[in-house]
Nanobody, 121 residues
Framework: VQLQACGGGLVQAGGSLRLSCAAS????????MGWFRQAPGKEREFVAA???????YYADIAKGRFTISRDNGKNTVYLQMNSLKPEDTAVYYC????????????????WGQGTELTVSS
């Protein structure tokens, strides 16, 4: 499967943004999907994930502010981000797994190229 993330940009603190990740060359509904992010000088970290059955999982950094969802008809996974903070500034990556929908880098088989979010204070 190939993944193409988009939707990043520049937003003020307190604002909202929705990231999208479109999948191709695969049966989207058979993959668990995840979002990770990597800030400058930091390691890639888990943000949220959604299983094939649409169960959702969130890192503490995302709980209450971010919502992950999927549209199997459009082969797309979304990450709605609200109440954004400057510390949310990072490159956001989507990922797909044929295995367990986990929260670690190694749980995922395929990765998109990333979309950059900058939150200004």
């Amino acid at each position: 499967v190939q993944l193409q993330a988009c939707g990043g940009g520049l937003v003020q603190a307190g604002g909202s943004l929705r990231l999208s990740c479109a999948a191709s060359r695969g049966t989207f509904s058979t993959y668990g999907m995840g979002w990770f992010r990597q800030a400058p000088g930091k390691e890639r970290e888990f943000v949220a994930a959604i299983s094939r059955s649409s169960s959702t999982y969130y890192a503490d950094i995302a709980k209450g502010r971010f919502t992950i969802s999927r549209d199997n008809g459009k082969n797309t996974v979304y990450l709605q981000m609200n109440s954004l903070k400057p510390e949310d500034t990072a490159v956001y990556y989507c990922a797909a797994t044929r295995g367990v929908t986990g929260s670690t880098y190694g749980d995922y088989d395929y990765w998109g190229q990333g979309t950059e979010l900058t939150v200004s204070s």
